[in-house]
C-alpha cells in the first residue's frame, strides 16, 4: 500500500506519454507469427472488398441474407485493420510504443467491432431461422427494412457500449511501468497498470465479456435449437440436408469466432491463469482467421455469389481477351 505522503489527491491524474507493447516479445518465432498473420490480412482485405462488390452491384443480391453477410465483411475489415498493422509496426519494425490517445483509439475500435462480429454472427443466425423456420413467411418477416433496421441497431449498441471503456481509462493514473502485456492496446492489461481503484474497469470488463460472448452465443444456440426441431419436422430427408446445409458456412464462422473466445474469456472469468502467450496467440488468430475465412466459405458455398463471380469473369475477358498464342508444329 502506498504511504498517506505518496498518495495522489483525487482530482489528480497521471496520464504517461504513451505505452509499450510487449505481449509475444517471449514468444519464439515472434516475426514468423506476426508475417503469418500479414498475408492472412492481405487476403481478408482482398476477399472481403471482393465480396463487397459483388453484394453492392449485383441487384439480385440485395435481399435480408446478402445485406447481413455485407455487413459481416464490413465488420471483419475494419475488425483485422484494428489489430494486424499495429502488430506488423511492433513486431515487424520494432517500434512498440503507442501514444496514450492512439492506445485508447485502438482500444475503442477492436472492442466495438468485436462485439459487432459477434452480434452480426447473431444476425446471420436470425435470417437462417427465419427462412427455415417460417419459409412461406420469409419476405413479410424478414425484409430489407427489417434487416436494414437491425444491422443500425446493433451498430449503434456496439458503438455506444463500448465508448466507456476507453473513456474510463483517463480517469485513471498510471505511476508505475507502462508495459503492456499484450499483443496491442488491451482494455485488461492496460488498466491492470494502473496506480489508482481500477474496481470500475474490472467490472465493466466482465459485463463487456458476458455482452461480447455469452449472449450472443446463447442466442445462437436458441435459433438453432429452433431449426432443429423445424428441420427434424421435415418428411423429406432431402430436404432436411438442404436446409442444414444453408447453414453450414455460418456454423463454421461460430465455431472459429466463439469456441476459442468462450475458452480464454471462461478461464479469465473464474480466475485461471493461461500463459499469456498462450491467450494473445489465440485471441489474435480467432480475430485474423475469421474474417479470412467468412468471405472464402460465402463465395463458394453460395450459389449466387458464385454465379455473379463467373459473370465477371466472363465480362472482364471479353473485354480484355487474352492474347492469341501462334503456335507452329514441326
Not at 119 to 146: G, H
Not at 272 to 291: D, E, G, H, K, Y
Request: proline share 5%; charged share 10%.
Amino acid at each position: 500500500m502506498q504511504s498517506a505522503g505518496n498518495e495522489l489527491p483525487n482530482n489528480t491524474r497521471i496520464h504517461p506519454p504513451g505505452f509499450y507493447i510487449i505481449g509475444l516479445n517471449s514468444m519464439p518465432y515472434t516475426n514468423i507469427y506476426v508475417i503469418f498473420l500479414t498475408v492472412l490480412y492481405v487476403f481478408t482485405i482482398m476477399c472481403n472488398v471482393f465480396l463487397i462488390s459483388i453484394i453492392f452491384y449485383e441487384r439480385r443480391l440485395h435481399v435480408p441474407k446478402f445485406m447481413a453477410v455485407g455487413n459481416l465483411a464490413v465488420v471483419d475489415l475494419v475488425l483485422s485493420s484494428s489489430l494486424v498493422p499495429s502488430m506488423i509496426k511492433a513486431y515487424l519494425f520494432l517500434d512498440n510504443f503507442v501514444p496514450f490517445k492512439w492506445c485508447l483509439l485502438q482500444m475503442y475500435t477492436y472492442y466495438a467491432f468485436l462485439s459487432l462480429e459477434s452480434m452480426s454472427l447473431c444476425v446471420l443466425a436470425y435470417d437462417r431461422m427465419i427462412a427455415i423456420c417460417f419459409p412461406l413467411r420469409q419476405e413479410t418477416l424478414n425484409t430489407n427494412t427489417k434487416m436494414a433496421y437491425i444491422i443500425g441497431g446493433i451498430w449503434c449498441f456496439a458503438i455506444v457500449v463500448v465508448i466507456y471503456g476507453p473513456t474510463s481509462i483517463t480517469y485513471l493514473s498510471f505511476c508505475g511501468s507502462v508495459k503492456v502485456n499484450s499483443y496491442f492496446c488491451d482494455y485488461a492489461p492496460v488498466f491492470r497498470l494502473a496506480c489508482s481503484d481500477n474496481s470500475q474497469q474490472w467490472i465493466f470488463a466482465t459485463s463487456l465479456s458476458i455482452l461480447l460472448v455469452f449472449l450472443p452465443f446463447s442466442f445462437i444456440f436458441l435459433t438453432y435449437t429452433c431449426i432443429l426441431i423445424c428441420v427434424f419436422r421435415m418428411k423429406s430427408i432431402q430436404n432436411r440436408y438442404k436446409a442444414l446445409a444453408t447453414c453450414s458456412e455460418h456454423l463454421i464462422l461460430v465455431a472459429l469466432f466463439f469456441i476459442p473466445v468462450s475458452i480464454v474469456f471462461n478461464l479469465g472469468f473464474f480466475g485461471i491463469v493461461i500463459n499469456p502467450n498462450v491467450r494473445a496467440v489465440v485471441l489474435s488468430i480467432t480475430s485474423c482467421l475469421t474474417p479470412c475465412v467468412n468471405p472464402i466459405l460465402y463465395s463458394l458455398k453460395t450459389k449466387e455469389i458464385r454465379i455473379r463471380s463467373y459473370f465477371l469473369f466472363i465480362q472482364r475477358l471479353s473485354v480484355h481477351p487474352l492474347p492469341k498464342m501462334n503456335i507452329n508444329v514441326h
